[in-house]
């Protein structure tokens, strides 16, 4: 079955870096669309980044534009997420994600922290 699995979150001061992976396994992932997205502590989960099949088209969220760039790996089943300039209102816990058979799954998540 379709697997999931964030790892690279931390705490982290304001102005660092992280990158984010999401090793995939149980479908053919260089087909499929990927995101990353986001839910900070009380709010709704909100999608930061996407980026397509062999990864020549990706978006972002106007508030991440600039400082984070996702991209992937397709012989590794992997997606990442670099994060550049973190913020404190970055401080969420990330979730990659991709849609097939008519829904929508997830990994289970890791933890983002920017805090001095």
């Known amino acids: 079955q379709v697997q999931l699995v964030e790892s690279g979150g931390g705490l982290v001061k304001p102005g660092g870096s992280l990158r984010l992976s999401c090793a995939a396994s149980g479908f053919t992932f260089r087909i499929y669309d990927m995101r990353w997205y986001r839910q900070p502590p009380g709010k709704e989960r909100e999608l930061v980044a996407s980026?397509?099949?062999?990864?020549?088209?990706?978006n972002y969220a106007d508030s991440v534009k600039g400082r984070f760039t996702i991209s992937r790996d397709n012989a590794k089943n992997t997606v990442y997420l670099q994060m550049n300039s973190l913020k404190p209102e970055d401080t969420a816990m990330y979730y990659c994600s991709t849609f097939m058979d008519g829904g929508r799954s997830w990994g289970q998540g890791t933890q983002v922290t920017v805090s001095s």
């Open positions: 980026i397509s099949p062999v990864g020549i088209s990706t």
